[in-house]
C-alpha cells in the first residue's frame, strides 16, 4: 500500500496550503486525507468527521501525518473553507485516474465511442444564510454518465446564474469527442460555440426560453407525424418498462434539420438535427406525458440520442443519491469554498462505491467501510 499512498500525496501535493506558514498543527495532506476516508465511512459533516478520526486514529496514522492527533471539526471547516475548490477537484481526479490505471477499464473515447458528459444543477439547500433561504449554493456539475464519474463542478449564488456557470465548468473538463447534454437553461448559442470548439458535440434541450425555435421543432415533428415520418427524413424507436410500479412508454425521434429551419438552428454553432422525445407513463388508470425537443450537434441517429436523453435524466439519480445517501442537503456548511469542496468529495466518493460491484446499496458500502478498515482500503486504493 505504500506506494499507493504516495501517490496520494504527490496528487494532494498540488492543492495549496493557504495557511500561514509555521502556524499549523496539521499537515494539509492528513487532513484532507482524513475527509476523503470519513466520507467514504459514513461521515457527512465536520463534525463526524473529527468523530471518526478519533475512533481510527491508529489506522489513518499509517497513511498520514497525525503526530498532533486529529483536527477539530473547527479547524477541518477552516480547512475546507480555504482551499480553492479547482485545486482539490484536480487533485481528486488525478487519484482517480491513478486508480482507474492500476485496476479498472478505461472508458473508451473515440469518434465511434463518445463519452457522454451530462451538466446539470443541484442547490445545496441547507446552505443559505438569509431568512428566507434564498441565497443557498447552486452547484452545477459534470458527469461521464457511463461510470458514474464526477469530472467537475463549479459552484454559483443561484440556480439563475446556471448560464454563466457552465463555460466556467466547461473550462475545467475535457470534452473532446464527448456528447455533452443540458437542459434548456443550458440551450445557449455561446455554449453550443464553446462545446463545439472544444471538439464535442452537444444535445440541448429547448424550451420556452427560445419560443420560436420550440415552436418551429414542434411544428415539424407534427407534421412529419401525420405525413410520415420515414418521408421527411425521421428516424424514431420506442421502448417500454416498468419503473417504480409504473408503466413507461418512450418514443424518441431524429431528423435532420429541414431547410425550413435553418434561419433559426444556424445560430447554433455546428447544429446538424433535431430530436424529439415523449414518455408516457401509467400508474392504474392515472395517465401522464410529456414532449420534450431537442437540438443537437450530431447525426440524426436515433439509438444515440435515445441514449443520450436516457442518461441525461439518470443524473437526476445522482441527485437523489447526494440527499439521501449522503444527506447533502441537510448541510449547514454555509461559506462556498467549504460547500463546494465537501460536495464534490460526495461525488468522487460516490464514483468510488460504484466502482465496487458488489450488489449492495450504496449506503450499505459506506457502513461497511466504516466498520471493515480493508474493504475501506480496497475503495481507497483499489487493493
Given at each position: 500500500?505504500?506506494?499507493?499512498?504516495?501517490?496520494?500525496?504527490?496528487?494532494?501535493?498540488?492543492?495549496?496550503?493557504?495557511?500561514?506558514?509555521?502556524?499549523?498543527?496539521?499537515?494539509?495532506?492528513?487532513?484532507?486525507?482524513?475527509?476523503?476516508?470519513?466520507?467514504?465511512?459514513g461521515?457527512?459533516?465536520?463534525?463526524e468527521?473529527?468523530?471518526?478520526?478519533?475512533?481510527?486514529?491508529?489506522?489513518?496514522?499509517?497513511?498520514?501525518?497525525?503526530?498532533?492527533?486529529?483536527?477539530?471539526?473547527?479547524?477541518?471547516?477552516?480547512?475546507?473553507?480555504?482551499?480553492?475548490p479547482?485545486?482539490?477537484?484536480?487533485?481528486?481526479?488525478?487519484?482517480?485516474?491513478?486508480?482507474?490505471?492500476?485496476?479498472?477499464?478505461?472508458?473508451?473515447?473515440?469518434d465511434?465511442?463518445?463519452?457522454?458528459?451530462?451538466?446539470?444543477?443541484?442547490?445545496?439547500?441547507?446552505?443559505?444564510?438569509?431568512?428566507?433561504?434564498?441565497?443557498?449554493?447552486?452547484?452545477?456539475?459534470?458527469?461521464?454518465?457511463?461510470?458514474?464519474?464526477?469530472?467537475?463542478?463549479?459552484?454559483?449564488?443561484?440556480?439563475?446564474?446556471?448560464?454563466?456557470?457552465?463555460?466556467?465548468?466547461?473550462?475545467?473538463?475535457?470534452?473532446?469527442?464527448?456528447?455533452?447534454?443540458?437542459?434548456?437553461?443550458?440551450?445557449?448559442?455561446?455554449?453550443?460555440?464553446?462545446?463545439?470548439?472544444?471538439?464535442?458535440?452537444?444535445?440541448?434541450?429547448?424550451?420556452?426560453?427560445?419560443?420560436?425555435?420550440?415552436?418551429?421543432?414542434?411544428?415539424?415533428?407534427?407534421?412529419?407525424?401525420?405525413?410520415g415520418?420515414?418521408?421527411?427524413?425521421?428516424?424514431?424507436?420506442?421502448?417500454?418498462?416498468?419503473?417504480?410500479?409504473?408503466?413507461?412508454?418512450?418514443?424518441?425521434?431524429?431528423?435532420?434539420?429541414?431547410?425550413?429551419?435553418?434561419?433559426?438552428?444556424?445560430q447554433?454553432?455546428?447544429?446538424?438535427?433535431?430530436?424529439?422525445?415523449?414518455?408516457?407513463?401509467?400508474?392504474?388508470?392515472?395517465?401522464?406525458?410529456?414532449?420534450r425537443?431537442?437540438?443537437?450537434?450530431?447525426?440524426?441517429?436515433?439509438?444515440?440520442?435515445?441514449?443520450?436523453?436516457?442518461?441525461?435524466?439518470?443524473?437526476?439519480s445522482?441527485?437523489?443519491?447526494?440527499?439521501?445517501?449522503?444527506?447533502?442537503?441537510s448541510?449547514?456548511?454555509?461559506?462556498?469554498?467549504?460547500?463546494?469542496?465537501?460536495?464534490?468529495?460526495?461525488?468522487?466518493?460516490?464514483?468510488?462505491?460504484?466502482?465496487?460491484?458488489?450488489?449492495?446499496?450504496?449506503?450499505?458500502?459506506?457502513?461497511?467501510?466504516?466498520w471493515?478498515?480493508?474493504?475501506?482500503?480496497?475503495?481507497?486504493?483499489?487493493?
Amino acid at each position: 500500500m505504500a506506494s499507493q499512498i504516495d501517490v496520494f500525496h504527490e496528487c494532494f501535493d498540488q492543492v495549496e496550503d493557504p495557511r500561514v506558514a509555521g502556524r499549523t498543527t496539521h499537515p494539509l495532506n492528513s487532513i484532507l486525507f482524513l475527509v476523503v476516508s470519513a466520507v467514504i465511512a459514513g461521515a457527512d459533516g465536520p463534525d463526524e468527521i473529527e468523530s471518526f478520526g478519533d475512533e481510527k486514529l491508529d489506522w489513518l496514522s499509517k497513511y498520514a501525518d497525525f503526530e498532533a492527533g486529529i483536527p477539530s471539526h473547527d479547524t477541518i471547516t477552516r480547512v475546507l473553507s480555504l482551499i480553492k475548490p479547482a485545486e482539490f477537484q484536480k487533485a481528486l481526479l488525478q487519484w482517480h485516474a491513478h486508480l482507474c490505471e492500476m485496476n479498472w477499464d478505461h472508458e473508451i473515447k473515440d469518434d465511434d465511442h463518445p463519452v457522454h458528459v451530462a451538466i446539470d444543477g443541484k442547490t445545496v439547500r441547507g446552505s443559505y444564510t438569509d431568512a428566507e433561504k434564498s441565497d443557498a449554493i447552486h452547484i452545477v456539475s459534470a458527469w461521464a454518465t457511463e461510470n458514474g464519474v464526477a469530472l467537475g463542478q463549479t459552484e454559483v449564488d443561484s440556480k439563475s446564474n446556471e448560464i454563466t456557470a457552465i463555460p466556467e465548468l466547461l473550462e475545467l473538463i475535457d470534452i473532446s469527442n464527448a456528447i455533452v447534454t443540458l437542459d434548456a437553461m443550458g440551450c445557449q448559442k455561446s455554449i453550443a460555440e464553446k462545446i463545439i470548439d472544444e471538439g464535442g458535440d452537444y444535445v440541448f434541450a429547448v424550451k420556452d426560453n427560445h419560443p420560436k425555435l420550440c415552436a418551429a421543432i414542434a411544428e415539424h415533428f407534427e407534421m412529419a407525424h401525420n405525413e410520415g415520418l420515414t418521408t421527411h427524413g425521421v428516424r424514431s424507436t420506442t421502448t417500454k418498462g416498468k419503473q417504480a410500479g409504473r408503466d413507461e412508454e418512450r418514443f424518441y425521434a431524429t431528423g435532420p434539420i429541414p431547410e425550413s429551419l435553418r434561419a433559426l438552428t444556424d445560430q447554433w454553432k455546428g447544429a446538424k438535427s433535431i430530436c424529439q422525445a415523449n414518455t408516457c407513463t401509467s400508474r392504474g388508470d392515472k395517465q401522464t406525458s410529456d414532449i420534450r425537443y431537442y437540438i443537437s450537434s450530431r447525426p440524426a441517429r436515433v439509438g444515440e440520442f435515445a441514449n443520450s436523453a436516457r442518461r441525461h435524466w439518470g443524473i437526476e439519480s445522482m441527485h437523489w443519491v447526494l440527499d439521501v445517501v449522503f444527506h447533502e442537503d441537510s448541510s449547514r456548511l454555509r461559506t462556498k469554498n467549504a460547500t463546494s469542496n465537501m460536495s464534490f468529495t460526495r461525488r468522487f466518493v460516490t464514483t468510488l462505491l460504484k466502482r465496487d460491484t458488489r450488489k449492495k446499496s450504496l449506503r450499505r458500502k459506506r457502513k461497511i467501510a466504516g466498520w471493515n478498515t480493508a474493504f475501506l482500503e480496497k475503495l481507497l486504493f483499489a487493493a
